[in-house]
């Protein structure tokens, strides 16, 4: 069993940044590719980006792509989300998802992912 723990949200004012941390319990976290999805009030969880295991490869989203990085740290069993010239649009609460496989291109936006984390509330103020 996976446990993900985010941590790092907060206020911040528009254009500001944010880093936002997932942290895993696990042997295998080297192995998992690693998601962060978002909430906003009123509308469907989307993805974000993700990070695929063996080769580090990412993905993002159309919406935060140019100012979100994920990144991995395998070593501390953390994947990170650094985000930058934040929005109010990027109000929502996010969430950290692993899966335990190889996900192939097509299926980083939609999974499956198994784990998730309880979120972590993150607010742009305009």
């Known amino acids: 069993q996976v446990q993900l723990v985010e941590s790092g949200g907060g206020l911040v004012q528009s254009g500001g940044s944010l880093r936002l941390s997932c942290a895993a319990s696990?042997?295998?976290?080297?192995?998992?590719?690693m998601a962060w999805f978002r909430q906003a009030p009123g509308k469907e969880r989307e993805f974000v980006g993700a990070?695929?295991?063996?080769?580090?490869?990412?993905a993002y989203s159309e919406s935060v792509k140019g100012r979100v990085t994920i990144s991995k740290d395998n070593a501390k069993n953390t994947v990170f989300l650094q985000m930058n010239s934040l929005k109010p649009e990027d109000t929502a609460v996010y969430y950290c998802?692993?899966?335990?496989?190889?996900?192939?291109?097509?299926?980083?936006?939609?999974?499956?992912?198994?784990?998730w984390g309880q979120g972590t509330q993150v607010t742009v103020s305009s």
């Open positions: 990070i695929r295991n063996r080769d580090r490869y990412t």
């Open positions: 696990g042997q295998a976290f080297s192995s998992y590719t």
């Open positions: 998802a692993a899966a335990d496989r190889y996900l192939i291109v097509s299926s980083l936006r939609s999974g499956p992912y198994e784990y």
